[in-house]
């Protein structure tokens, strides 16, 4: 099983509407969770962390974190075209230093 | 890229040959690391570092090798690079070690291609 696990999609999402990002992962004493946005032939560029239980908002963004059901989510309020690209979730793991990654999900926003 | 910079951006070379890639960053952040990522495997830690000439494995650090003299510097070499390890190559630098401080920039990354 891998340790931080998302859907691949492609999800596609019209403009303007919520797009809702999923991660899921493994390591019951991870304490931080990140998510980072990469467009194709890019580096990954932080977005949001949350070390918390609950949401945490930052402009169109929301990241919720459920450490119950080890859960991390990314929602996405109105959507724009230059929202597509590849999301990452990470966790830094009980590892000391190692922030482990998800496979990334695929997001397209359809004008 | 948070003052990251990689070299090469590109590299082409053959199946057998060393390789080095650079990696220089200017914030002074203590830790360091070496990813690769292919399609399907996300990003996956090859090495990293928690300071000068203290370096750790990640979970696919078979056939590479890293060091760290350096505060700025981290190179990641390929010893004797095989076709599977074609990929792009990304270094990231950042804090660590605690809620709230945990914060990851990344270079801009290698493209390496293994004939």
């Known amino acids: 099983q891998k340790e931080v696990e998302q859907n691949s999609g492609p999800l596609s999402v019209p403009e303007g509407a919520i797009a809702s990002l999923n991660c899921t992962y493994s390591?019951?004493?991870?304490?931080?969770f990140f998510w980072y946005r990469q467009y194709s032939g890019k580096s990954p560029e932080l977005i949001m962390s949350?070390?918390?239980?609950g949401d945490k908002e930052d402009g169109r963004f929301t990241a919720q974190l459920n450490k119950a059901s080890q859960y991390v989510s990314l929602l996405i309020r109105d959507s724009q075209p230059s929202d597509s690209a590849t999301y990452l979730c990470?966790?830094?793991?009980?590892?000391?230093?190692?922030?482990?990654f998800g496979s990334g999900t695929r997001l397209s926003i359809r004008p | 890229d948070a003052g990251i910079t990689q070299s090469p951006r590109h590299k082409v070379t053959e199946t057998g040959t060393p390789v080095t890639l650079r990696c220089h960053q200017t914030?002074?952040?203590?830790?360091m690391y070496w990813y690769r990522q292919d399609p399907g495997h996300g990003l996956r830690l090859i090495h990293y570092s928690y300071g000068v000439k203290d370096t750790d494995k990640g979970e696919v650090s078979d056939g590479y090798s890293v060091s760290r003299s350096k505060t700025e510097d981290f190179l990641l070499t390929l010893e004797s690079a095989t076709s599977s390890q074609t990929s792009v190559y990304f270094c990231?630098?950042?804090?660590?070690?605690?809620?709230?401080?945990?914060?990851?920039?990344f270079g801009p990354g290698t493209r390496l291609t293994v004939l």
């Open positions: 949350i070390y918390s239980n």
């Open positions: 390591d019951r004493v991870s304490q931080s």
């Open positions: 990231a630098a950042g804090t660590s070690g605690g809620i709230g401080t945990d914060t990851q920039y």
């Open positions: 990470a966790s830094f793991g009980s590892s000391a230093s190692k922030i482990i």
């Open positions: 914030e002074n952040h203590r830790y």
